[in-house]
C-alpha cells in the first residue's frame, strides 16, 4: 500500500470513530442582517402579533424614550418604528394576554420607579388606556420580565428580573394576575446576587411553571409548588467555580433551558463572562456540569432553539464585545451532551439579549436582538441553502476538509448512508465532487455552488485538493476542466 493510500485509510478510520461519536447535524444558512434604526438607547425586544394580521411584529424597549413598534408586512418588511410609548424607563416588554380576553396586551418593565405599566390591546394594533403596577423601590431595579402561566389559570402572569442592588439583597416578585387585569404581588426576600434575566420552564417535571436566573456567582432556582415559590440559590454551585468566576469577578450571566441530550428531562447551559459557557446535565432530577464550552468573552445572554431542524436545541449567544457579537452553537449530542465550536455570525453592534422565532416564509428561526451600540434592531434571518441536502461536515468538526472527504471514500458504494451527499441512494464520484466543491466551508456559510465540474482557467479559485489533482494529472483530457469522474478515476490511484 502506497504511503497516500495508509494516509488515507488512517483518515477514514479516524473520520469514522469521529462521525460515530457524534449526531449528524444540518447546515445554517443565514442572511445578512437587516437593520432597523431607532435614535434610542435600545435594550430589549419582543416579537409577537399586535394587529390582527398573519405578520409577526416587534416591541422595542428604550432605556430613554419609551416604547416603539414595528408592524410586520411579511418577507422580513416592516413598517417604520411608531413610538407607543414616550415615557423614558423602559428596560424590558412583553408580549402576552394578561388580561384574559384572549387579545395580547404589552407588559414593560419599567424603572425610575420600579413599575410594570401594562398596555391593554385590542386586536387592531391600537391599546386602551394603560395601567401600572407600582413596585418596590429599596431592592434594586427592575431588568427583565419571564412570562408564564404560573397559576395555570390560562392567563399570562410575570417574573420581575432584578438587578443592580446597593448594599442590599435584591427582591424579585412574581405578578400573578386573575384574568380580569388585577394583579397579586408574590415577593421574595433576601435573594443574594442579580437575578437579571430569568427563564421560565417547569425544571422538576411536577406540571407548574418554576424559574431560573443566573446570579453573581451561582444559579438561582425557583421552584413553584401549588403557587407557592421556594428558592435556592445555592442550587447549582458550580463544580468548577472558576469558570463562573467569583463575587468579584461576576460570572454566570444568563441560563437557557432545555432538553440537550433528548433523554425526557430538563438541562441547562450557563453563559458566564469570562468567556465559556457550563453545560449542567440533569441526571435524575440532579444537576450535575459535565461540559464547558469555550466562548469569546463576555457572552451576556443565552438562549435555546432548535435552528436547524433535527428536533435537538442549539443556543445562540450574545456577546458585546469581540469579533463575533452573536454565535451560534450546534447541539451534535448523541450519548452525550455536545456542542460544536461557537461559529459567529453577526460581527458587530451590541446584543444585550435576542429573540429567537420563524419570522419569514424560509424554513428555520430567525434571531432578533437590540443594538445599544448603533441604535438599531436586527434582523438576522435564516436563508434557504444553496441545496437540498446541506451536511457536508460529516465529521461535525466544523469544517469540510480531507477527515469528510475520507469518510466519503471509505463508504463508496454503500447505499443510504451520511456519505450519500446527492441523495441518489449510493455512494459515486458524484458525491465525492459534490463535497470537494464544500471543500473549507465551515458549517455557518452558504456553500460554494455544487456543479459538477470546475472550469479554472489558469486554476483560479481552485481548492486545495482540486488544485493538486490538477497538477497531478487528473485532467486527463487537458481541457482544465476537472470532472466528477476525473477526479474518481484520479482517487482511485492514490
Not at 87 to 96: E, L, V, Y
Not at 373 to 399: E, W, Y
Amino acid at each position: 500500500m502506497s504511503t497516500a493510500a495508509r494516509t488515507t485509510s488512517a483518515l477514514a478510520a479516524s473520520a469514522l470513530t469521529a462521525a460515530a461519536a457524534h449526531a449528524q447535524f444540518n447546515c445554517l444558512y443565514f442572511a445578512a442582517p437587516e437593520d432597523h434604526t431607532i435614535d434610542a438607547q435600545l435594550h430589549s425586544v419582543e416579537i409577537g402579533h399586535l394587529n390582527g394580521d398573519a405578520h409577526l411584529d416587534i416591541v422595542v424597549a428604550s432605556l430613554d424614550r419609551g416604547v416603539y413598534i414595528l408592524y410586520g408586512l411579511g418577507a422580513d418588511q416592516y413598517l417604520p418604528p411608531i413610538r407607543e410609548v414616550a415615557t423614558p424607563g423602559a428596560a424590558w416588554a412583553s408580549i402576552a394576554d394578561f388580561t384574559g380576553d384572549a387579545v395580547n396586551d404589552i407588559a414593560i418593565a419599567m424603572q425610575n420607579p420600579n413599575r410594570v405599566r401594562i398596555l391593554p390591546g385590542n386586536g387592531d394594533g391600537s391599546f386602551q388606556p394603560h395601567f401600572e403596577i407600582a413596585l418596590d423601590n429599596e431592592h434594586g431595579v427592575v431588568t427583565s420580565l419571564a412570562v408564564a402561566d404560573y397559576n395555570a389559570d390560562g392567563v399570562a402572569d410575570m417574573f420581575v428580573g432584578r438587578g443592580l442592588a446597593i448594599e442590599s439583597l435584591v427582591q424579585p416578585e412574581f405578578l400573578l394576575s386573575d384574568g380580569a387585569g388585577g394583579f397579586t404581588i408574590k415577593a421574595l426576600s433576601n435573594v443574594f446576587g442579580d437575578p437579571f434575566y430569568a427563564t421560565p420552564v417547569d425544571i422538576d417535571g411536577d406540571g407548574d411553571m418554576d424559574v431560573i436566573s443566573a446570579t453573581i456567582d451561582s444559579v438561582l432556582v425557583i421552584h413553584n409548588i401549588a403557587n407557592s415559590f421556594i428558592f435556592a440559590s445555592d442550587f447549582l454551585f458550580p463544580a468548577d467555580q472558576e469558570a463562573f468566576g467569583t463575587i468579584g469577578n461576576p460570572g454566570p450571566t444568563s441560563v437557557a433551558a432545555a432538553d440537550f441530550d433528548l433523554d425526557g428531562d430538563i438541562d441547562l447551559a450557563v453563559s458566564n463572562v469570562v468567556g465559556s459557557i457550563s453545560i449542567f446535565e440533569n441526571e435524575n432530577g440532579a444537576f450535575v456540569e459535565t461540559l464547558i464550552l469555550e466562548t469569546s468573552p463576555a457572552g451576556w445572554h443565552i438562549q435555546a432553539a432548535d435552528l436547524d431542524g433535527d428536533a435537538r436545541a442549539d443556543l445562540v449567544l450574545s456577546n458585546p464585545v469581540g469579533s463575533a457579537r452573536l454565535q451560534i452553537l450546534q447541539n451534535i449530542s448523541g450519548a452525550d451532551i455536545d456542542f460544536t465550536t461557537p461559529l459567529g455570525v453577526v460581527a458587530d453592534g451590541y446584543p444585550r439579549m435576542t429573540t429567537i422565532l420563524e419570522l419569514d416564509q424560509f424554513p428555520g428561526l430567525d434571531v432578533v436582538f437590540p443594538d445599544l451600540d448603533r441604535q438599531r434592531v436586527r434582523v438576522v434571518s435564516s436563508a434557504p441553502p444553496v441545496t437540498a441536502q446541506c451536511v457536508f461536515d460529516l465529521t461535525a468538526d466544523g469544517i469540510v476538509d480531507a477527515r469528510d472527504l475520507s469518510v466519503v471514500i471509505a463508504f463508496w458504494g454503500a447505499e443510504n448512508t451520511p456519505a450519500d451527499l446527492t441523495q441518489d441512494h449510493v455512494v459515486t464520484a458524484v458525491d465525492i465532487a459534490t463535497l470537494l466543491s464544500n471543500w473549507g466551508a465551515t458549517t455557518n456559510e452558504r456553500a460554494m455552488s455544487a456543479s459538477l465540474d470546475w472550469n479554472f482557467g489558469r486554476s483560479a479559485g481552485a481548492t486545495p485538493v482540486q488544485q493538486l489533482a490538477l497538477e497531478g494529472g487528473a485532467d486527463a483530457d487537458g481541457d482544465r476542466e476537472l470532472t466528477a469522474f476525473e477526479l474518481a478515476r484520479w482517487i482511485a490511484t492514490r
